[in-house]
């Protein structure tokens, strides 16, 4: 994209969030984007460099998306679920073939790994607000992530509280957690690597 193009982008989609963040506040983490620090962070705690693919949930405007493209190889392929049509279409604009931009839910992740024909992924990347869905549907989510990860395959959780932690210490076990300030709202950043 040409700069000129990026900063409309950029601007549109930071409008969009908030709109979208004022109509349905459930189901977005946060009024605003994430940093570029937070960004860098979660692309290296997925280990986005040395991916085949890669599972992004709930990529709002896409500014994650973008990161991990600009990190992964050549070859990977990026799955991005959305179930917000608005943010669904500002993430399918992208141009990079490496990019599948589906709309659906993240309880539907099984099937849409199916529907596009791809492997297991080394790393799934989640930005949907856990805590303020119900622990049946967050259970489910994790429970579909745990049996879709191979060995040594990465989950990575941005999110305001710890809602996650309790979610997948059943499937995944405890986890890693960092913190990243420049960010807002703060961000925690959760990280499982599942056993071998």
Known sequence: MSNEKTNNFK????????????????????????????????????????????????????????AILRAMPRHAK??????????????????????????????EIKEAI???DLDPPNAIVSGIPFSTMSHSAGSQIIEAVSSLLPPNGRFVAYQVNSQVAALCRPFLGSGQISMELLNIPPMRVFQWVKNA
């Open 11 to 66: 601007v549109n989609g930071h409008l969009l969030f908030i709109k979208e963040f004022l109509k349905h506040p459930l189901q977005i983490g946060s009024i605003i984007p994430s940093s570029r620090f937070l960004e860098r962070r979660i692309v290296e705690a997925a280990g986005a460099a040395s991916v085949d693919v890669i599972i992004e949930l709930g990529p709002g405007t896409g500014g994650i998306t973008r």
């Open 114 to 116: 199916s529907r596009y």
């Open 78 to 107: 990026l799955l991005s679920i959305e179930i917000n049509p608005h943010f669904n279409r500002l993430v399918s604009i992208i141009e990079d073939k490496r990019l599948i931009a589906h709309q659906g839910s993240a309880i």
